[in-house]
């Protein structure tokens, strides 16, 4: 339930649309591109970035037939125009749903927002349900505004009214201009943006003011589950600072959001199992980058867990997230 696709082309929107920030891709050799911004080199992927059938030939040896599928971060354009923004989200949009219409057996998909202009991704949010999407990817934080803030109530209510399943990923890390050397963005500042988005939602009361919306959090919630301690101690010695827009423990909220199951630990998986119930875990990979779980569940078949905890992470909880039907896909 955790897997990312882009087009295999894009267009050059910084000559489009005049300034910079975009991502193009320069297919410099077979099989293989690489993502740049303006002149500097973000990333090489390899065509199971953007190839259905290469991805499902590749699943195959995990024993996995169906992959929910969702932007890269870096494509989400927050930074940009709004306008510009919602034309960027609509191509991404498009392209996942024209994937799922041909492969409807082995890809379902979640759209992208134009999360700077909660209104435009508002009425994005209708369109996404028109062309069989059923939920979205948004980014931790939103140009470093946090999800609990008032004026994104509007997304999480057309989420609600249109059953549309929410992931919530990590992005824009906060300290990387100081956090240049040893890949530390990634390591130590995705699991902290995990933790604050959570936070952000769970102490602005965010679930209770949408009680059906659905929330999965990337990377079995970052920092959160491991630092719940903490971040219940803090609520209970300084309320004034911490209960002040929610007056709910932290820990109430555990087993009301799913988190997926990518901890590359089973002693942490055990914790978060312990913590959330099987049916709040999904199977998370983060396919096809290699920071994500690429021997798709192979520790989680390791662990002895009991069959019916293993079918819940494998699929169960997945299915409940998305509200969909396991005859659908057989």
Known sequence: MHTHIMPKNLPDWEAKFGYDGFIRLDHHRKSWARMMQGDKFFREINENCWDPNVRIDE??????????????????????????????????????????????KNYIGLGTLPMQSPDLAVKELYRIKEIGLVGVQIGSNIENKNLHEPEFYPIWDACEKLDLAVLVHPWNMMGSKHMGRYWLPWLVGMPAETSRAMCSMIFGGVFDKYPKLRVNFCHASGSFMATLGRIEHGFNCRPDLVAIDNPINPREYCGKFWVDCITH????????????????????????????????????NDMNLDYEVVNDIFCNSTLEWLNLKREQFL
């Not at 991404?92 to 409807?104: H, Q, T, V």
């Not at 199992?273 to 709040?280: C, S």
């Open 59 to 104: 699943y195959k040896a995990f024993n996995t037939s169906v992959q929910v599928v969702c932007t890269i971060p870096v494509l989400f354009a927050y930074f940009a125009k709004p306008e510009h923004g919602l034309e960027v989200a609509k191509y991404l949009n498009d392209d996942i749903a024209e994937l799922i219409k041909k492969y409807p």
């Open 265 to 300: 630990d089973p002693l942490m998986l055990e914790y978060i199992l312990k913590m959330q119930g099987p049916k709040r875990v999904t199977l998370g990979s983060d396919y096809p980058f290699p920071l994500g779980d690429l021997e798709i569940g192979a520790f989680i």
